[in-house]
């Protein structure tokens, strides 16, 4: 038994070096450094300032609009990918033909790297070869400057992102609409059961633990968002796509104040980590609710 335990704490071994090596010290760093002035070409000089970092961030109105542009940015994202990633699955599965070439094709943008589909996008939406402005020029529409106006570069990276990932929440959405009994729309059917009725009964409470996965996962991913923001407008134009990590990268990387970039990161993962409890939370008070019923 003892040699036993021995053997299966050697093979966990590598793992959990990884795993500390990976995530528990640079968090621990992280949150150390977010309490000094650490100063990058400085060396290993550091000053323990206390929260002197977290209140500068608290009074700096760009990394506030930063937080505030990616909580937008987030509510909007994961709100239509998960619509639309909800109805393309509804759609799909009520196909008789061409699911199999459908489900491929709608798969095509999310296996693009972020940084592939950013340099497309661009390539795509330059307002002087661009092909959007192009077809649009059809309709005596344009030419727009899409990534430097600042009310069009928000809502453009906005349906970038949209575009990349509605696929994401389709397939996992779809998956779980496999898995719903048969049966019971055949007994709703026999039951004289309308199809708003069908959804709203037996599809959608069938589906609801994969929904709030498929809400928890973007929520998670969107509030990360950094590869298209920084190829495309960097920020701007006006600060109006500047997001937590945008600003992170600008300060903490850019600038080299590793001491303010951490305490913004740190920052960051408190937000997330809230919205992450509160799907949690609320994923686990409606499985006991539907448990009771």
Known sequence: MYS??????????PVILLLIGLTVFPFIYTVSSSFTDHYYLAGDSKQF???????????????????????????LAVSI???????????????????????????????????????IWQMMLSNHNGIINH????????????????????????????????????LL???ALQAVPRSQYEAARVDGAGKLNIF?????????P???????????????????????????????????????YRHGVFNLQVGYGAAASVIMV???????VFYIKRSIGGSEQDGRR
């Open 81 to 119: 990918e998960t619509a639309l990633g909800l109805a393309i699955a509804l759609l799909v599965e009520s196909m008789r033909r061409g699911k199999k070439v459908l489900r491929v094709s709608l798969l095509i943008p999310s296996l693009l790297p972020p940084v592939t589909v950013a340099l």
């Open 173 to 175: 959405l779809y998956a």
């Open 270 to 276: 408190a937000l997330v980590l809230a919205f992450t």
């Open 4 to 13: 036993r335990r021995r053997f299966q704490w050697a093979m966990l071994a």
């Open 210 to 248: 994969t929904l709030l996965l498929v809400i928890l996962l973007r929520t998670i991913d969107t509030f990360r968002l950094f590869d298209k923001v920084n190829i495309l407008t960097g920020g701007g134009p006006a600060n109006s796509t500047m997001t937590v990590t945008q600003y992170i």
């Open 200 to 208: 709203t009964h037996i599809t959608l409470p069938n589906i609801i």
């Open 49 to 75: 300032i206390g929260i002197a970092n977290y209140k500068r961030l608290l009074q700096d109105q760009l990394f506030l609009q930063a937080i505030w542009n990616t909580v937008k940015f987030m509510l």
């Open 135 to 170: 077809l649009l020029g059809w309709f005596g529409a344009g030419p727009f400057n899409f990534l430097m106006d600042v009310n069009l570069a928000f809502r453009t990276i906005l349906f970038i992102d949209i575009w990349q990932w509605t696929p994401f929440a389709f």
